[in-house]
């Protein structure tokens, strides 16, 4: 077996780091406090992946035992774990992978726990064939020592199977970086001890749960876990839409969306940048009236803007949005624009000053019982606009139709338009 140590100190000419390697006799899970024989800033195991499921595999993961220790450790210890470097790995590992070679992270699951310094294994995987492959080394070592690590968002992963399909998939396309990820059959015993602990030894910053795999209960009890300790949890979405705003940033954003809706849920879009984040607030009976004509139309037009819009259980969008300081008087005008747009899709609009007026067209019952029509298809005949027959009269539409209309006051309105 053998074991790669990297220290600082002077970069070789190609790379940014100084390894060191050291071989050793005994099993690599069983490696605990090896760090104290060696002086370095982390620890890179390279070893076999073995599986009762071989497929030709490269792997990146932090050792430990989020329960028992099966394979080396101790039960219920974590050493720290080294996110923003396995991020590089595994993306390199990614370039590098030879044809049929699967790449993923793998779940936290044995040995060494007892370290101190920052450590995680690259492992080739699952049999001889594959441990024997000279292009599969290759890659390995190309991915470590060409590794870049810089930039991520450290994460604690929950749920999932043994390769972390979901956590490889974030990792691999977004800055998401994950350190300890939690097994599906782990969850059920997780508590909020261990969950910080997790956090903890990964430098995380926030969480993520990979929903599909735990079932609601589970999903409700991390939840609970996750306020106690105080974690912010992202979806996949969000970490899509970082794009590279930095995590102080996308914190101010979060404190602003709690000064309106403690409760709410802070969706990011593309196009955001650092900066100063500002609320901006349109008028919400126009977001009301625009949602009731054509929300698909609208929100698929607001997921085009450099905004974040909050939600709740009961309000897909709230008239309250966030953007950064020097694109607000742009992205109000924008909001504006998108909401008289998709209403006068569906609808007839009028603009008088600094007022919308919304007119629409709806049956009258009274005038429908007058004429004699009774309840039922008919009315929906003559409210698609086509005219029916009743007891041998002719009825029209505008026979059983009344106009309304409602007067929508936007600040500046003309400016908008």
């Given at each position: ?11 070789y000419?190609?790379?940014?780091h ?5 071989e050793?006799?005994?099993?690599l899970?069983?490696a605990?406090?090896?760090d104290?024989?060696?002086s ?22 932090v ?70 492959d ?12 060409c ?12 749920g ?10 974030i ?39 990979d ?7 589970e ?11 105080g ?41 955001l ?21 054509n ?5 698929t ?40 747009t ?23 019952p009274?005038k429908a ?5 009774p ?32 007067k ?5 309105l003309?400016?908008?338009?």
């Open positions: 077996m053998e074991l790669l140590a990297a220290g600082s100190g002077n970069p000419p190609l790379e940014k100084r390894y060191e390697l050291v050793v006799e005994e099993r899970i069983y605990d406090h090896i104290r024989e060696l370095c800033d982390l620890i890179i195991f390279l070893s076999r992946h073995s599986s009762v499921n071989p497929v030709p595999v490269l792997t990146v993961h050792t430990g035992n989020i329960s028992s220790a099966d394979f080396g450790g101790k039960p219920g210890s974590l050493p720290p774990a080294a996110p923003a470097w396995m991020h590089a790995v595994l993306g390199g590992l990614s370039k590098n992978a030879p044809p049929g070679y699967r790449v993923a992270y793998e779940i936290t699951h044995h040995g060494p726990s007892e370290l101190e310094t920052p450590s995680f294994f690259v492992e080739v995987g699952s049999t001889e064939k594959e441990w024997n000279p292009v599969a080394a290759r890659a390995v070592a190309l991915s470590v020592l590794a870049d690590p810089a930039g991520v968002i450290p994460l604690a992963g929950f999932g199977t043994h390769y972390a399909a979901r956590e490889t998939e990792a691999l396309t977004t800055r998401g970086a994950f350190g300890h990820i939690a097994h599906s059959r782990d969850i059920s015993g997780l508590n909020a001890d261990m969950v910080r602990l997790m956090a903890e030894k990964s430098g995380a910053v926030a969480v993520y749960v929903r599909k795999a735990v079932t609601t209960d999903n409700a009890r991390l939840d609970r876990a996750f306020c106690e300790c974690l912010v949890r992202l979806t996949e979405g969000d970490l899509h839409h970082m794009g590279a705003l930095s995590w102080s940033t996308y914190l101010s954003f979060l404190s602003l969306a709690g000064k309106i809706d403690p409760g709410s849920q802070v969706s990011l879009h593309r196009f940048s650092d900066g100063r984040p500002k609320l901006i607030e349109i008028p919400g009976d126009l977001l009301e009236e625009t949602l009731k004509t929300e698909k139309r609208f929100t037009g607001l997921g085009e803007l450099p905004l974040a819009h909050l939600s709740t259980g009961k309000r897909a969008v709230l008239p309250v949005f966030i953007a950064l300081e020097e694109n607000c008087p742009d992205v109000l005008n924008d909001l504006i624009s998108l909401c008289v998709t209403l006068s899709s569906e609808e007839h609009i009028a603009i008088e000053g600094d007022h919308l007026i919304i007119r629409k067209m709806r049956l009258d009274i019982r007058e004429l004699g029509i309840k039922g298809p008919l009315l929906g005949v003559l409210m698609k606009g086509r005219n029916v027959n009743v007891d041998g009269r002719e009825i029209t539409p505008e026979m059983v139709r009344v106009r309304d209309e409602k929508i006051h936007i600040p500046g003309e400016n908008y338009l």
